[in-house]
C-alpha cells in the first residue's frame, strides 16, 4: 500500500497541492500535518511510522517534508528500509523500491556522514579551544570544570556559526535553555546570527 504524507509548516500555508500530488499518485491514505520543519515532535508523522507494515511504500513531496536536516532524514529512510517499507519521493530521485533509488538513497547517507563528521570536528576545536581560554583565564565563577569546558566549547561554536543553536546543543548533549546560560555567562551576544545554510537534499 502506498501511504502519502503531507506537511506545511504555518495553517496559513496550504496542503493541498501535496495531497493532491500524493492522490494522483496512487496513495491509498494521505497523512496531512501542520507544524515547522525544526521541530523534533510531529504527532501525525509518528502515527503514520506506526502504522506502515512489509510491502509498504511511503510517499512524500519532496525531502524536505519530511526530514528535520540530511542526517535525520537518512537514519529514517535506513529504518524504515530495514521495516522493508519504501520510501518514494515524487520531486527528487529518491525511490528505495527501485535498485537506481537505492543507489541515490546511499549517496545521500554518504554526504550525511560527511556532514557527521564535519559537526564531530568542529566539537573537538571547540573543546580543545575551550580548554586553551581555561588555561589562561581560570574556570569563570559559579561553574565546575566540567560545566566551564562545556561552556567554553559552546562560545566556540557559536561564534563558528556553522551550526545551528540546536545542534551545537545536540553535540554537547545540553539543553539550548542550558546553552543559552553558558552564553550569557559567558557574555556572549545572543540574537541577530545568521542561520546556518542547511544542505541541499
Known sequence: MQIGYARVSTKEQSVDLQVDALRRAGCAKVFQEVVSGAKAERPVLETLL??????????IWKLD???RSLRHLVELAATLMDEEVGLRSLNDPIDTTTPQGRLAFNLFASLAEFERDLIRERTRAGLVAARARGRQGGRPKG???QAERT???AETLYREKHLSVREIADELGIAKSTLYAYLRHRGVPIGGRPHPVAPTV
Open 65 to 67: 517534508r519530511l526530514g
Open 143 to 145: 561553574l565546575a570544570p
Open 151 to 153: 561552556a567554553c566549547a
Open 50 to 59: 506506526a502504522s506502515l507494515r512489509p510491502g509498504d511504500v511511503l510517499v
